[in-house]
């Protein structure tokens, strides 16, 4: 007899043991798609989201990764000196790192196949990230109270700029005048839509708190599977999971993690629950092939995400230092000013609104990088994430894979 497959998560299905048997890795869904259909999958939503040419999506698809290899050593080798990073993919594919000093660096250049990125370097920037981000940590309590039409803030690693975001019509050169004195380093205020806790759904769906699940996890002292989804989807109680494919479990709370640097938790599954590291991407069940460090991410790598409410979409991550603004824990309220330690992304064609909380943001080969947190408030092209790093550094957790 066919063994009916049981999802849980943004795609997957979990089982975790407290006592007794456990179950075994679930066989894979009936339409999981294939290493290539995968592929073509992700660079159709790039080319829909991005608006942009398929060949161009998949060449974007190929330096993102190119320039995630060289993420980590760049940022290590120059530590003293770097002002910021990023890819852009506007003209060719270029992997910019600005460097403080007057020092040159000679331009590199990566191939794979076709596909080339440009590694070039800009000297001349004021200010490390690292001193930027420091100064906006320094001040952070003097904005709060000398800058209240500030509703959040990230930091943008193109310009070297700590950026305030304010309502549409704010009095700009006001909210300028006070952050002249409140910060010494470059700034600059933009009208943005305000952020808020976007309560769950997914692939699958927390019902208590009309959550969405992300990725499957496992902690190995324990010997217990499970879940992820965001930290403000917590009830203090078991939930009832709903999967795409119908199937319905009970999920128990183990650990949350809702203050100003991260919104996360997981939750164990039931010892007779088959489970597999798949994931829905809105049309077809994909393998999760891996995890992607907020360390390794860069401004400008494309990201796509799930949620049960918002669906399938993609768009550029902004910035890996980010806030969302008043829209952290502890709960139950959730408006708490929250760290610039939250992954921002936008684009186009990307979606997220309330219901998609807690649903899994991937790359294009398919790692792992963090669980939906914050949204637009009614909905909008920019989502704030929690890095899959809070999962293994806080709880102890590991990925499922297939």
């Known amino acids: ?114 596909d080339t990125l440009e590694v070039h370097f800009e000297p001349g920037a004021l200010h490390t990230r690292k001193q930027l981000k420091e100064a906006f940590a320094e001040s952070l309590a003097k904005a709060a109270t000398d800058m209240p039409d500030v509703h959040g803030q990230y930091l943008d690693e193109r310009t070297g700029e700590i950026v305030f975001e304010v309502d549409p019509g704010t009095n700009i050169e006001a909210v300028q005048r006070s952050a002249k004195s409140v910060i010494d380093v470059p700034f600059r205020v933009e009208e943005a839509p305000r952020a808020a806790t976007a309560a769950l759904f997914g692939s699958g769906r927390l019902v208590q708190s009309v959550c969405t699940n992300g990725f499957v996890v496992n902690h190995a002292t324990l010997g217990v599977r499970g879940t992820l989804a965001a930290g403000h989807c917590a009830t203090g109680s078991a939930q009832t999971y709903t999967g795409v494919d119908g199937a319905v479990h009970t999920v128990s709370q183990q650990s949350v993690l809702a203050n100003a640097n991260a919104d996360i938790m997981w939750l164990s599954i039931p010892n007779t629950v088959s489970y597999g590291g798949y994931i829905w991407d809105g049309s077809a069940w994909r393998a999760v092939t891996g995890r992607r460090t907020q360390g390794a991410t860069m401004v400008g790598n494309t990201h796509c995400k799930y949620g049960q409410t918002g669906g399938g979409s993609c768009g550029t991550v902004q910035s890996t230092t980010a806030s969302p603004g008043n829209a952290c824990g502890p709960g139950p309220v959730f408006d708490k000013p929250c760290n610039m330690n939250f992954v921002r992304v936008q684009g186009p064609g990307l979606y997220c609104i309330r219901g998609d909380s807690g649903g899994p943001f991937w790359t294009l080969t398919t790692l792992a990088a963090g669980v939906l947190t914050h949204a637009i408030v009614g909905g909008g092209n920019t989502c704030w994430y929690t890095s899959t790093d809070y999962a293994y550094n806080n709880f102890g957790l590991n990925l499922v894979y297939p």
């Open 1 to 114: 007899m066919e063994r009916k497959v049981s999802t849980l998560l943004a795609i997957a299905i979990a089982a975790g043991a407290m006592t007794g048997a456990t179950a075994a890795p679930t066989l894979p869904p009936q339409n999981l798609a294939t290493a290539q259909q995968a592929a073509d999958g992700n660079a159709a939503l790039i080319a829909a989201s991005l608006d942009v040419t398929l060949e161009k999506a998949r060449s974007i698809m190929v330096t993102d990764e190119l320039s995630a290899d060289l993420a980590e050593s760049l940022a290590e080798k120059y530590a003293s000196r770097l002002a910021g990073m990023y890819i852009d993919h506007a003209d060719g594919h270029r992997l910019v790192v600005r460097l403080t000093g007057p020092q040159a660096e000679r331009t590199q250049f990566r191939h794979k196949g076709a």
